[in-house]
């Protein structure tokens, strides 16, 4: 390995090395209206990054793949990049590597009085909650740069990964992942080496689908039902439409497996401040024979009986234990073909001038190096999410997309009815 002893901040624990292979970066977008000095922008990125120092450190590799978390290297730390475009396009930064650093921010201007800015964040530093946090506070200091001409900040420690914290807690590892539902035998191949030359990389743009503000309080005042929430309402109806483009004209039931982050932090004693844990998020399943003629309720009620069951029993707690079965070289199971629903919840309101106003959010990933897949994917990736009283989901893969893309869509408006009728 190439770098010294003293760079290194510590190996990157199983929760965190999935997303070393492809060098994922998660990003939140945002469609900025209204005044925005990229200045002042800029001066902010530049104070996050003293911030958080986690940020400007990098990841190395060595023979085998294994990722290490590294201070900052001797190179400059890249700040913010803005140039005009087209603000209805989502950039990836020219420098963007794991080597280099692990937040970027990105600014596309126009014309028009509409701007897009994204920060994107490595995966192996960050999931949803932290991300977020990383943008509000961006945000906070553009503010209060406006409002008072600097800001002062404290730097925060780097923070820990699912695993350490769980330790931490004397959790321990069970006789169950929590994922027997989906496991499937491991079909052993060789994952192929990376290619010599680099592949450039690469983004992903989940297609969405956004009800009105109506339709989403509906759902919301349905997920209050004794017996159900939110969370199991939006998955069966997930699921619901995913099993309409496996049913066929029969109409039969589908035998789906659905697998689902669960963030941790404010589950564990004491709770997790969003900026200390990188990806916090253990993991639940759900296996069903998933009949469209039946009540979407009564699967509902299912899905979140079995999540509050796995709670209560501490096995999402103890599931990141057994990471290195399923994910990585090490890996002795197979999850392939699951259906994956990752609800971040809310986008909290974040604090910004009286100038500018924030109109979309999004969420886009990019693969700094693609490489060829070292696990089973998901048969297809829902990502929820609500901004400004908005119920949003973001589909990745699942086949015919307009068709899958319409189903949901069909989905969750029937399921806004049923609250009406309930």
């Known amino acids: 390995m190439s770098w010294d002893e003293e760079d290194l901040v510590r190996v990157l624990g199983a929760s965190e090395q999935r997303f070393v292979r492809a060098g994922t970066y998660t990003g939140r977008s945002v469609t900025v209206v209204g005044d925005l000095d990229t200045t002042v922008l800029g001066a902010a990125f530049t104070a996050l990054q003293r911030a958080y120092p986690v940020v400007t450190c990098r990841i190395a590799e060595d023979s085998t793949g294994r990722g290490y978390l590294l201070r900052p290297g001797e190179q400059p730390v890249v700040g913010m990049t803005a140039s005009q475009g087209d603000p209805d396009v989502v950039r990836i930064p020219d420098s963007i590597d794991p080597a280099g650093q692990l937040a970027y921010l990105d600014v596309v201007l126009s014309a028009r009085g509409r701007s897009r800015v994204t920060l994107f964040v490595h995966h192996s530093i960050a999931d949803a909650g932290h991300c977020v946090e990383l943008l509000s506070r961006l945000w906070d200091l553009y503010t209060d740069h406006l409002e008072f001409g600097t800001t002062t900040?404290?730097?925060?420690?780097?923070?820990?990964?699912?695993?350490?914290?769980?330790?931490?807690?004397?959790?321990?590892?069970?006789?169950?992942?929590?994922?027997?539902?989906?496991?499937?035998?491991?079909?052993?191949?060789?994952?192929?080496?990376?290619?010599?030359?680099?592949?450039?990389p690469s983004m992903v743009r989940p297609r969405r689908i956004m009800l009105d503000e109506q339709a989403t309080a509906r759902i919301i005042g349905l997920g209050r039902v004794p017996g159900v929430t939110v969370n199991g309402l939006v998955t069966a109806a997930l699921l619901r439409a995913f099993a309409s483009e496996k049913s066929g004209v029969t109409g039969d039931p589908v035998p789906l497996g659905c697998l689902y982050p669960?963030?941790?932090?404010?589950?564990?004693?004491?709770p997790v401040p969003r900026a200390e844990g990188t990806n916090m998020a253990g993991l639940a399943s759900f296996a069903a024979q998933v009949d469209r003629s039946a009540d979407i309720l009564e699967l509902a009620e299912r899905i979140s009986h079995r999540l509050q069951r796995d709670l209560a029993e501490g096995v999402v707690q103890q599931s990141v234990l057994h990471f290195p079965n399923y994910y990585g070289p090490t890996r002795i199971h197979s999850l392939a073909g699951h259906v994956a629903v990752t609800n971040t919840?809310?986008?909290?309101?974040?604090?910004?001038?009286?100038?500018?106003?924030?109109?979309?959010?999004?969420?886009?990933?990019?693969?700094a190096h693609p490489r060829p897949s070292a696990g089973a994917a998901a048969a297809v990736t829902f990502l929820v999410y609500t901004f400004e009283g908005r119920l949003t989901v973001g589909v990745l893969g699942g086949g015919d997309g307009d068709r899958l893309v319409t189903a949901v869509r069909d989905e969750l408006t029937a399921l806004a009815e049923e609250a009406v009728n309930s």
Do not use: N
């Open 153 to 200: 900040v404290v730097p925060h420690d780097y923070p820990q990964s699912l695993e350490w914290h769980v330790a931490a807690r004397g959790i321990a590892r069970g006789s169950v992942s929590g994922f027997e539902d989906v496991t499937r035998p491991l079909e052993v191949a060789v994952v192929p080496p990376a290619p010599a030359i680099a592949a450039p």
């Open 345 to 367: 919840g809310a986008v909290p309101a974040f604090r910004i001038p009286a100038t500018i106003t924030l109109t979309d959010y999004e969420i886009v990933y990019v693969s």
């Open 262 to 270: 669960v963030d941790l932090r404010t589950r564990l004693e004491p």
